[in-house]
């Protein structure tokens, strides 16, 4: 579809452009960060901050991979194998965590389970207790978070396997006098391994990236990402940039083995007989019914709980467990009070500013790598791809030491301090979820369209133009979606290189709470989650319609 010269024009840009702002800001991190002496300093002994750091980020992840693991799987396997009670509605918000801003979902569990949250108030009131009988904090906190938000992965691995395994195995293991426990572990999960193996990998990748949760709830206890901002916020870059070596290293290792497994997940069940979901009946009904509704609850509670504080008073809740003064302020002054429409006004920008790049761009490299001729195909792909290893901390330092001085990549301009620096990180930062959006149209794309347009006389832009754009643009413009909401909800990359000028919404709310203004910063959060929500139902429209397309 694309000439050997079209594909030259596109690749040579594409390639100064993801050199220059994917990969060169990682580059100067490594340069300044790869001290021995340095790394050595930080690393080098037992008790240093940074092997605690290093030993606090890797056992957390480890935990989430085999807690979250096990209720994803657990999750997806009782609901294609059993007819539980509302089946279809668990189904529905079992993806739910995913539709929650990072910030926002940390958020639902400090409300909730921290140490003034409702429910320790609750039962130390219920029992009598002096103090409350528990409070999430520490490490333990980290790694609750982390599995309610990371186990949907695991869910949506295994379900998909799940919807391609031959239904006739199960039968013929029961014909031959297997239990259902044999059967599952002899037969089933062979066959999810590779899911298995994906989720694994991704799921540490992004648990060993998260701030926001360590940030917010780890008490004292150093982990990479925040040891990270907190050598960049007392000026050490140095050290921000020895710590960040460690964590890149270690996520990229993890990219390669989810994209070779990614490749390598082909040979799994494959499509055979479908299975009709068995029937509950006694005792285990009763059981699964406790269960399915504990799980409604514990996902759909904190979700509930920023809603319910979002029209909360301000000074209003004190002491009590719940709210008693409630008001529709906080969403009035949201778009009457400037100060407070402020942060949405600069988030809406440079997300749509960024969404705009990633669209323009993200299709280009698509288009080059799908279907251009140029050699080094697979190096854009990778540098297209090197933003979901690079955690959101390195990579905003990376543009904090590239952008320190003036450079050509800048105009000639410093950036560190301006506006401009922010749209920069989200566009680089989300770029491979358009370039994946319009990788995935490209290939269902049917060539012999663009020959028969070029038959009939359409020159190469018209034929893109009126023939490729119309069929891959669902796909790209659900992509864009994405990449818009989740630029709004952006907090890592924010609270690095923001100024008071273009302070986004997810900085907000973290300012709201540190001054105990509950109401406002849950207000922001059920605005970023209404959007999150549209977003993401036009996008599995629109998505659909690019497959049919």
């Not at 940030?215 to 870059?237: C, D, M, V, W």
């Amino acid at each position: 579809m694309l000439s050997r010269r079209a594909g030259w024009a596109l690749a040579v840009p594409v390639f100064v452009v993801l050199v220059g702002y994917v990969l060169w800001p990682n580059v100067e991190t490594f340069r300044l960060g790869l001290d021995g002496e340095l790394l050595g300093e930080l690393f080098g002994r037992g008790r240093a901050a940074g092997v605690r750091a290093l030993v606090n980020s890797v056992g957390v992840s480890l935990g989430t991979v085999v807690l979250g693991g096990a209720v994803g799987t657990a999750l997806a396997w009782a609901l294609w194998r059993y007819d539980l009670p509302l089946r279809r509605t668990l189904g529905a918000v079992a993806a739910l965590p995913l539709a929650l801003p990072p910030l926002v979902g940390v958020l639902a569990f400090l409300f909730l389970y921290g140490e003034s949250g409702m429910l320790p108030r609750a039962l130390q009131a219920a029992f009598g207790l002096e103090t409350v009988p528990f409070a999430f904090g520490g490490i333990g906190a980290v790694l609750a978070v982390h599995v309610y938000v990371f186990y949907v992965y695991f869910y949506l691995f295994v379900s998909a396997s799940l919807r391609d395994l031959d239904a006739s195995l199960l039968d013929a293991s029961a014909d031959l006098g297997a239990g259902a426990w044999t059967t599952f572990r002899r037969v089933v999960m062979p066959l999810l391994r590779p899911a298995l193996v994906g989720a694994s990998l991704l799921v540490f990748m992004l648990s060993m990236a998260s701030f926001t949760a360590p940030l917010l709830f780890a008490e004292g206890e150093p982990f990479l990402t925040t040891q990270i901002y907190q050598f960049k916020t007392n000026g050490a870059l140095d050290r921000a940039a020895a710590v960040s070596v460690v964590l890149t290293g270690i996520c990229l290792l993890f990219l390669v083995g989810a994209e070779t497994r990614g490749r390598a997940t082909g040979a799994g069940a494959g499509k055979g007989v479908g299975r009709r979901p068995g029937p509950l009946r006694g005792w285990p009904r009763v059981v699964a019914s406790v269960l399915v509704g504990v799980a409604l609850l514990v996902v759909l509670l904190p979700v509930a709980t920023v809603v319910l504080l979002s029209f909360v008073q301000e000074g209003s809740w004190t002491t009590q467990i719940l709210p008693d003064t409630f008001t529709g302020a906080n969403y009035t002054a949201l778009f009457t009070q400037p100060d407070v429409l402020a942060p949405i006004t600069s988030s809406l920008w440079m997300a749509a500013l960024a969404t705009a790049a990633n669209v323009v761009f993200g299709v280009a490299t698509a288009v080059v790598i799908v279907k251009g001729k140029v050699p080094g195909r697979g190096v854009l792909r990778a540098l297209s791809l090197l933003p979901f290893a690079v955690p959101g901390t390195v990579m905003a330092l990376g543009l904090l030491v590239l952008f320190d001085e003036p450079t050509l990549l800048a105009g000639g301009a410093v950036l560190i301090g301006t506006v401009w620096l922010l749209p920069l990180a989200y566009f680089v930062r989300h770029l491979p979820l358009v370039v994946r959006a319009a990788q995935a149209s490209l290939e269902g794309f049917d060539d012999r369209l663009a020959e028969a347009s070029a038959d009939l006389g359409a020159g190469g832009w018209a034929t893109f133009r009126r023939v490729v754009l119309p069929a891959i643009g669902p796909g790209v413009i659900a992509g864009g979606l994405l990449t818009f909401v989740t630029a709004l909800g952006e907090f890592v990359a924010s609270i690095m290189l923001y100024v008071y000028a273009n302070r986004p919404i997810a900085v907000e709310v973290f300012s709201q709470l540190r001054i105990f203004a509950f109401g406002q910063a849950a207000a922001y959060s059920v605005l970023l989650m209404g959007l999150v929500v549209v977003a993401v139902v036009v996008s599995r429209r629109l998505g659909g319609q690019g497959v049919q397309a």
